[in-house]
């Protein structure tokens, strides 16, 4: 069974608070912390002027033990009582988490009228958790914050994944629309970190002003990411294209030292990068001679477009069309042939075969 994403779960809380509906407790659990942050964020402002108490490792064990009487003692001039206990419910350790537990057990069991309690965890609980349970009974929020799923299903191209859908929606909400290109490059230089990515297209926007209202090419990604997302599979297809060796080459060896990191954000090692970076490339120079073909039977740019299904970068894509050659392309694709052979049958060093396929793809 499918698990709802965070974000879903976030939006519904956002829908409920929005109607007027502040339930007694809000459970917020699982390891990804800007989900949890996220959670947090909806609830304080949607608190309006009620008091809010945080407890957390940093707080004092003499406060810790306050924290039953906190639960049942309402707001003292009655508008309210929000009541924050960050992660693990042993925040003093040993003997403590006993009584703690036992303070929110009880709480849920009974809520009291205008306290509302907020349990942050990194830990993800179980579907027979206690705890869980309770928060359940008590008509409570519960979202798990968990990491997004970055890897497609068999039959989805690889920007289909949850986290580049939730890249794609959270620049939606900012007035702008990601093209698959660019959802790739920048899942794959950040990895699976919402946060960052969010912080990222706040940049984006700001950078690009509101007037922008085109897909957001790669290229401006890669410029405002800066030196890390240089050297990707991408822009080197791209290179290649339009003949760009020293570009090229040097993107190559990007890729030989660096590597790329994969779509759930780890680094690949580098035999992967290099199979990843020739089928890319494989893919965009037959694009490229399928759409040359098209041409000398007369068909016109609209055709080819539908015929390729070019959706995105339409002006990038008859740019590199225009400056390739048939033939440079036919002898890209036997290179890259060859190339695989050498990486697959023979076992020589990835790096080496990628650079010396750039090198023998663009030789006059």
């Not at 401006?220 to 570009?247: C, I, S, T, Y």
């Not at 990038?316 to 694709?333: D, I, M, N, Q, Y």
């Not at 060093?349 to 030789?363: F, I, Q, S, T, Y």
Request: aromatic residues 6%.
């Amino acid at each position: 069974m499918a698990q709802v994403s965070p974000q879903e779960s976030l939006d519904a809380l956002e829908r409920r608070l929005a109607g007027g509906d502040f339930p007694p407790a809000f459970l917020f659990h699982g390891p990804q912390d800007y989900f949890r942050s996220e959670g947090l964020r909806i609830v304080f402002a949607r608190a309006g002027d009620k008091d809010r108490v945080q407890l957390d490792g940093a707080t004092p064990p003499e406060e810790q033990k306050k924290l039953a009487g906190d639960l049942r003692t309402p707001s003292l001039f009655g508008k309210g009582k929000v009541l924050v206990v960050r992660e693990d419910l042993s925040l003093g350790g040993g003997r403590d988490k006993a009584g703690l537990d036992k303070a929110v057990l009880s709480f849920l069991e009974r809520p009291t009228p205008g306290v509302h309690l907020v349990l942050l965890r990194r830990e993800k609980l179980q579907a027979r958790s206690k705890l869980l349970k309770a928060f359940q009974k008590a008509r409570g929020v519960v979202v798990l914050c968990r990491e997004l799923y970055a890897n497609p299903f068999p039959g989805r191209r690889p920007w289909e994944t949850e986290l580049h859908r939730w890249i794609s929606g959270r620049a939606a909400r900012l007035g702008l629309r990601l093209a698959p290109e660019s959802l790739l490059l920048l899942a794959g230089v950040l990895g699976n970190s919402p946060g960052e990515a969010a912080g990222f297209l706040e940049r984006l926007r700001t950078h690009l002003g509101e007037g922008w209202k085109e897909p957001v090419p790669p290229g401006v990604v890669q410029d405002l990411l800066g030196p890390g997302g240089e050297a990707n599979q991408f822009e080197l297809a791209g290179a290649l294209l339009k003949g760009k060796v020293r570009e090229a080459l040097l993107l190559a060896r990007g890729i030989a030292r660096s590597g790329l990191k994969g779509q759930d954000g780890r680094p690949m090692d580098l035999a992967a990068s290099v199979i990843v970076t020739l089928s890319w490339a494989h893919q965009a120079l037959a694009r490229c001679l399928r759409a040359h073909h098209l041409l000398r039977k007369g068909m016109g740019e609209s055709g080819v477009e539908s015929a390729l299904n070019i959706h995105y970068f339409r002006e990038r894509f008859w740019e590199e069309v225009r400056a390739s050659t048939p033939e440079r392309l036919e002898k890209g694709l036997r290179a890259l042939l060859r190339a695989d052979r050498r990486l697959k049958v023979e076992s020589e060093d990835p790096g080496r075969v990628l650079e010396a396929w750039v090198a023998e793809a663009l030789e006059p």
